[in-house]
């Protein structure tokens, strides 16, 4: 019984370290692109950075149709503590759109133009 209760312990201890883990990578991803450019334009959705993609030769050839809005930056000028809706240079309330056809890439709308942001994956 004590043996089934020390495994049952370790399980639950290993899945909450685990957890805990996991909750902070993209923290961590969203201030290393920010040491490595302190420049850095990108924005978090749905707890994943958007880099913006603009000088990407072959987004460059994608055809733009947006699709359906997505959200609105909330905060801007961030560089720590990121959470969903921060970006680093767009302003607040700057909408982003889906990009009909395609999941990697999202549309940031500026002055009626749309800027392509990439999902940024480690790795």
């Given at each position: 019984?004590k043996?089934?209760?020390?495994?049952?312990?370790?399980?639950?201890?290993?899945?909450?370290?685990?957890?805990?883990?996991?909750?902070?990578?993209?923290?961590a991803?969203?201030?290393v692109l920010?040491?490595?450019?302190?420049?850095?334009?990108?924005?978090?959705?749905?707890?994943?950075?958007?880099?913006n993609?603009?000088d990407?030769?072959?987004?460059?050839g994608?055809?733009?149709?947006?699709?359906?809005?997505?959200?609105r930056i909330?905060?801007?000028?961030?560089?720590r503590?990121?959470?969903?809706?921060?970006?680093?240079?767009?302003?607040?309330?700057?909408?982003?759109?889906k990009?009909?056809?395609?999941?990697?890439?999202?549309?940031a709308?500026?002055?009626?133009?749309?800027?392509p942001?990439?999902k940024y994956?480690?790795?």
């Open positions: 019984m043996r089934l209760r020390g495994i049952v312990l370790f399980l639950l201890l290993t899945s909450l370290i685990t957890g805990c883990f996991r909750s902070t990578k993209n923290n991803t969203s201030e920010l040491k490595t450019n302190t420049n850095a334009d990108f924005f978090i959705m749905d707890n994943t950075v958007y880099k993609a603009i990407i030769d072959w987004v460059k994608i055809s733009v149709k947006e699709g359906s809005a997505l959200g909330n905060k801007t000028k961030v560089k503590n990121f959470k969903n809706w921060n970006a680093t240079v767009l302003g607040v309330g700057t909408e982003i759109y990009l009909e056809d395609r999941q990697d890439i999202v549309l709308k500026k002055d009626d133009k749309y800027i942001y990439i994956v480690e790795g």
